[in-house]
């Protein structure tokens, strides 16, 4: 019914469905909405786009080894995708700038998936350091 609903509205009808994680939705259900975040403060919105672009410089133009120890340190599935979430993001708005960053965002969009289906933190964080594209592969 939910499906049925969201396929089909009735005019000048708007539904939310607010979430704490959108990716635990089943794949049908997420991809007939649209994802809104709304931040805390102002603040908060740009201590999370700062720390995105520098995640986003770390795995695009720095060694592997510094995209690795960067996220050595995270240890817990919600911080891991809270990054990812906030990383997805700023790939999506830099994407419309440059289309190279599109297999950036399908791995990162393929991490936050693995991580909640439970697969390894540690594991999916360093597959996607290792396979993110770096700029200096993508000026050859």
């Known amino acids: ?3 049925k609903t969201l396929e089909e509205p009735s005019p000048n009808t708007y539904l939310f469905l607010e979430l704490l994680n959108p990716y635990k939705l089943i794949d049908t259900i997420r991809s007939r909405c649209q994802l809104i975040r709304i931040p805390s403060s102002h603040s908060q919105v740009e201590d999370n ?4 672009d520098r995640l986003l410089q770390i ?3 720095q060694p592997l080894h510094e995209s690795l ?3 050595s340190s995270v240890r817990k599935r919600e911080e891991a995708l809270q990054i990812l979430e906030l990383l997805l993001h700023r790939l999506r708005e830099h994407m419309l700038h440059d289309a190279r960053l599109y297999r950036a965002t399908k791995l990162t969009h393929d991490a936050i998936r693995d991580l909640n289906e439970n697969i ?3 594991l999916t964080l360093e597959h996607l350091a290792i396979h993110f594209p770096r700029q200096a592969e993508d000026s050859q």
Do not use: D, E, P, T
Not at 49 to 52: F, L, T
């Open 59 to 61: 795995l695009w133009k």
């Open 69 to 71: 120890r960067y996220f």
């Open 49 to 52: 786009a700062s720390q995105a």
């Open 120 to 122: 390894n933190i540690g």
């Open 1 to 3: 019914a939910i499906l």
